[in-house]
């Protein structure tokens, strides 16, 4: 079946500092590909998404790109600041259960002025 | 537009106990789930439904229970709880039952079971 495989955590940076989670991931058929991001003591919230091969999703200054020949999908940001710090996690679609999401463990960033 | 909503917020109970958790969405989306996160395993999934009428397990549903009588609620009952159940509890909703399609996740019900 579907897995995902994220570096562990936690990560630590200081601001503007260049960041990359990696994100692996073993796949049959065509999986969406998702980051969320857990800010302290909310719930998940869509970062970005990418939907096929080679698809870039954006958002927030935050970018990953969807690679099919590397199974990859690995989240980077050129200038952390402080307010990104936050559990991300992620995730691709199953292929059962509709649009059920499977999840790597999640990496926390933590980041300081 | 509220989105998706969760109560309680916190609840701590005895093993044994039962109980419900609340799960509305005012999106109008067919498609509703039941994750649990713990501490280095990411989310689970426990049940979803495909629409009203409709459910199936997740990965990890022993314990639990759900119905769908509408298509804005998804309830989930802990039927005799146990300490292994203590956990954050999310309910995610999605626009549509395509694999593109974006899961919409409440703010979660921390449960303990002493």
């Known amino acids: 079946g579907n897995s995902v495989t994220q570096m562990e955590g936690p990560v630590t940076l200081s601001e503007e500092a260049f960041l990359t989670i990696n994100c692996t991931y073993t796949a049959t058929g065509y999986p969406s590909l998702f980051w969320y991001v857990q800010y302290p003591g909310e719930g998940l919230q869509l970062l970005l998404k990418?939907?096929?091969?080679?698809d870039k999703g954006s958002n927030k200054g935050f970018e990953a790109t969807y690679r099919k020949e590397t199974t990859s999908f690995h989240l980077e940001k050129g200038s952390v600041q402080v307010s990104d710090s936050a559990v991300y996690f992620c995730a691709l679609t199953r292929l059962q259960a509709g649009t059920a999401l499977i999840f790597g463990k999640g990496t926390t960033l933590s980041v300081s002025s | 537009n509220a989105g998706v909503t969760q109560t309680p917020k916190f609840q701590v109970l005895k093993t044994g106990q039962s109980m419900t958790l609340q799960c509305a969405q005012d999106?109008?989306?067919?498609?509703m789930s039941w994750y649990r996160q713990d501490p280095g395993m990411g989310l689970r999934l426990i049940h979803y439904?495909?629409?009203?009428?409709?459910?199936d397990q997740g990965e990890v549903p022993n314990g639990y229970n759900v119905s769908r009588s509408t298509t804005e609620d998804f309830p989930l009952r802990l039927l005799s709880a146990a300490p292994s159940q203590t956990s954050v509890y999310f309910c995610?909703?999605?626009?549509?039952?395509?694999?593109?399609?974006?899961?919409?996740f409440g703010p979660g019900t921390r449960l303990t079971v002493l």
């Open positions: 990418a939907t096929k091969a080679d």
């Open positions: 995610a909703s999605s626009n549509g039952l395509a694999v593109t399609d974006t899961q919409y």
């Open positions: 439904s495909v629409g009203a009428g409709i459910t």
């Open positions: 999106m109008n989306h067919e498609y």
